[in-house]
Each structure stands twice: as C-alpha cells, then as structure tokens.
C-alpha cells in the first residue's frame, strides 16, 4: 500500500474527504516527525511504539575491493509494533 492507496482507505474508513484524510496523514506524519527530532518517543497503546536509536560508528567492508570503510555513527528511527498490532498480522 503507498500513500495515495492509504489516503483512500483513510478516507473510506473515516467517511471524509481524500484531501481531509491526505491533511491528517500529513499532520500525523509530522507530528511524529518532529517528536523523533526532539528525541522523544511516540506510543499509540496497541499500535505501537516510534522512537530513535543511536548507532555508534563502525567499519564495514566493501565488497567490490575488500577495502575496510569507516561508518560514521548516526541515529536511527525505529518502530516496534504493539500486541493488538502483532496479533492482527499473526
């Protein structure tokens, strides 16, 4: 499903406009956009949990040559899925 499908299927659900549901999809996507930047996390009891992680620097290996790379540290976002949620694709 891309967004324009999940736009659709907001809007169905909901009984709303395509263009309320793709507004409330943007605020949402923002809303949990910005709380990641600041470094808190999002939990939607059920659903599931977004938050970030940080993961240090390392060196890798290219594969094409051998040669060892450096990988700078950076942080990451992460999505761990609630018990209703799991249950449901099980």
Known sequence: MNKTELVAAMAESADITK????????????????????????????????STSKRAART????????????PAKTVAKFKAGKKLADAVN
């Open 60 to 71: 890798g290996r290219n594969p094409q040559t051998g040669k060892d790379i450096k990988i």
């Open 19 to 50: 263009a309320a549901a793709e507004k409330a999809l943007q605020g949402f996507m923002d809303a949990v956009t910005d709380a990641l930047q600041s470094g808190n996390s999002v939990t939607m009891v059920g659903f599931g949990t977004f």
